[in-house]
């Protein structure tokens, strides 16, 4: 008779413990795609938070001196490139008209397709801040220019430049 009281015991202990163990596994399912939601819509906000800094800059019309306050705000951005596309002038190259900037100083830039307003492969250097600012420059941003600012994306869909036409 002990026997069978202690295999009683025994034999419900399981069932109660078995019971416990897939009534959780029940509620684990039915909130993995709640989870799964709320992790995605966090992830969605955080990018648009970390986007907004660029919100100023998204198919605006900016003019020259908005350009040099982007240069200055954005250096601390490690391998974030500024593109300008100044109006033609006479005398002008290319090289003078389309050029590439990079706020925090390393020099260089992603090559870029200024026709196509995307990244191509290779780099290409940039000018600084005193070169923009020099009136007698040959890459002198006007403060009273007009450009339309578009943001780029990379391959990641982070922005990673900022490409200035002149309007």
Known sequence: MENIA????????IL????????GLFLWGKTQP???LANSQAAAQARELSE?????FDNQIVSGSQILTAYRR???????CLYVEKPYANGQNEAERRFSMNPSGEGYCRAFDYSGAKFKEGSESGVDEEEISN???QYYISPQARYRA???KDNNERIAA??????
């Open 6 to 13: 202690s295999f009683l015991k025994t034999t419900i202990s």
């Open 16 to 23: 109660i413990t078995l019971a416990i163990i897939s009534s």
């Open 34 to 36: 709640v989870v799964e």
């Open 52 to 56: 907004q800094q660029y919100s100023a």
């Open 74 to 80: 954005y250096e601390s951005q490690q391998g974030f």
């Open 135 to 137: 009136a007698s420059g």
């Open 150 to 152: 578009r943001l780029i």
């Open 162 to 167: 900022i490409f200035f036409v002149a309007e």
